[in-house]
């Protein structure tokens, strides 16, 4: 064996010494993340908020609740709808003649009547007419007076055979003749009075006048098809609105005992109530492709706040449940058994009782079976209850809380959080 390898056979043990180090600093690596671990890990479990406190709290108290009492009362029933309000009369005034328009005497949204008048047409041509027809009926009068004395003069001489009877004939029928010429002229003279009426223009129906559609100096003619104005009757007015066939029934029920419904018209936010009227008729038939029909209800809109082709809620009152039993619906709870609610026992435990619905208003509901006067019910904190939990009443002015805070403790964070 020559030096080097003597060497190398010395040298084989020192290679562990070597490594050494290197497995030395992968466990302190390894101890140190260990450490940042279960570092991390206390820190997640000290910032995580503690679990929400069930209804019964931590210490087991009774979950707080808001009750209620079920009284007897009335009940409106009433179906709501949603409207359109409608005139009585739209009225487009066009001219019956043809003629220059002298003058305006309306002012644009002005509020007329009946027989106001809107507007005039140079009369100046039917009044030419009028004289030209009165001078006809004055000459053909006159022809008449003569035939007629002729007649009678004739009608002597026949009597004494001293004309033949053919000339008494011929003057009868020139009598009537002249007489139909009278009545002809007598018409044309009532025309040119009626072209005279024509050339002033009035108001057929009391309303609001609309934008003007024709400037004074215009020439106008009965063919004009926009017209002079638009006249729009608004005192009173209606509402036309439609309802699902299923309430017809109770309707026709009410209308054929002579009862007189009354309709409340509300803003499109149903907040402000805008007029009170009645309801006047109903359509005659039900539109197959909605399934609803039409009805009309009138109001007097004295203070103008029902505006034509205004959209409003319509609340039409059919009837009234009177001494029902009525509880609020906050009471009702739907679920496995159907519509019930949690009757209060007097040992302020609850108790699950089916209820049958009436009629409903508002906030407010009847209770057709299930319940008697005196009940009580709660209104407030029934998600958290079961049949026979008990309970604790609290004000309902007070904040609902879902479970005990201790006091210098922030709600919703576990004990010691920082």
């Known amino acids: 064996m020559d030096d080097n390898t003597k060497r190398e056979v010395k040298a084989a043990p020192l290679r562990p010494m070597a490594d050494a180090p290197v497995s030395k600093r992968r466990r302190v690596i390894w101890i140190v993340l260990g450490l940042l671990v279960v570092a991390a890990l206390v820190w997640w479990i000290r910032q995580s908020p503690a679990p ?16 209620a009492t079920a009284q007897k009362g009335d009940i409106d029933i009433a179906f709501n709808a949603l409207g359109t309000v409608t ?11 043809s ?32 004289q030209n027809a009165q001078g006809q009926l004055a000459r053909d009068e006159a022809l008449l007076n003569n035939a007629q004395l002729d007649l009678a003069r004739y009608t002597a001489l026949v009597a004494q055979n001293a004309v033949p009877k053919q000339t008494l004939d011929t003057q009868k029928s020139l009598v009537q003749q002249y007489q139909g010429t009278v009545v ?3 018409a044309t003279i009532d025309t040119a009075k009626l072209n005279i009426v024509y050339c002033h223009i009035t108001a057929p129906v009391s309303g609001r006048v609309g934008l003007r559609l024709v400037d004074q100096g215009n020439y106008v003619n009965a063919s004009t098809a926009t017209g002079l104005v638009v006249i729009t009757q608004v005192q009173p ?73 205004q959209f409003v809620n319509v609340r039409l009152l059919v009837d009234v449940l009177h001494d029902a039993t009525v509880v609020p619906s906050a009471a009702i709870q739907r679920g496995a058994p159907g519509t019930f609610v949690y009757l209060i026992n007097q040992d302020n435990s609850v108790s699950v009782r089916k209820v049958v619905l009436g009629p409903g208003e508002a906030e407010r509901v009847s209770i057709s079976s ?38 210098g403790r922030p709600r919703g964070r576990a004990p010691g959080a920082q």
């Not at 929400?52 to 009750?67: I, K, N």
């Not at 027989?115 to 009044?127: F, M, N, Q, T, V």
């Open 370 to 407: 299930g319940l008697a006067p005196g009940d009580r019910v709660v209104i407030d904190g029934a998600d958290k209850l079961r049949d026979g939990a008990k309970i604790r009443l609290r004000d309902p002015n007070a904040p609902a809380q879902t479970g005990p805070t201790p006091a």
């Open 99 to 130: 003629g220059q328009l002298t003058r305006v005497a309306f002012r644009e949204g002005q509020m007329v009547k009946q027989g106001d008048l809107l507007a005039e047409i140079d009369s100046r041509p039917y009044e030419l007419a009028l």
């Open 87 to 97: 005139p009585l009369a739209t009225v487009t005034i066009v001219s019956q003649i």
């Open 184 to 186: 002809t002229d007598q």
């Open 52 to 67: 929400q406190s069930s209804g019964r709290g931590a210490a087991g108290a009774a979950p707080p609740v808001v009750a």
């Open 237 to 309: 007015i209606t509402v036309i609105f439609t309802l699902p066939e299923d309430d017809l029934p109770p309707i026709l029920k009410q209308l054929q005992a002579n009862a007189t419904l009354s309709a409340t018209a509300f803003d499109r936010a149903g907040t402000e109530r805008l007029a009170l009227g009645t309801l006047t008729t109903l359509d005659n038939q039900i539109d197959t492709t909605t399934g609803t029909f039409k009805l009309r209800a009138q109001f007097a809109n004295d203070d103008f706040k029902l505006f034509p082709n």
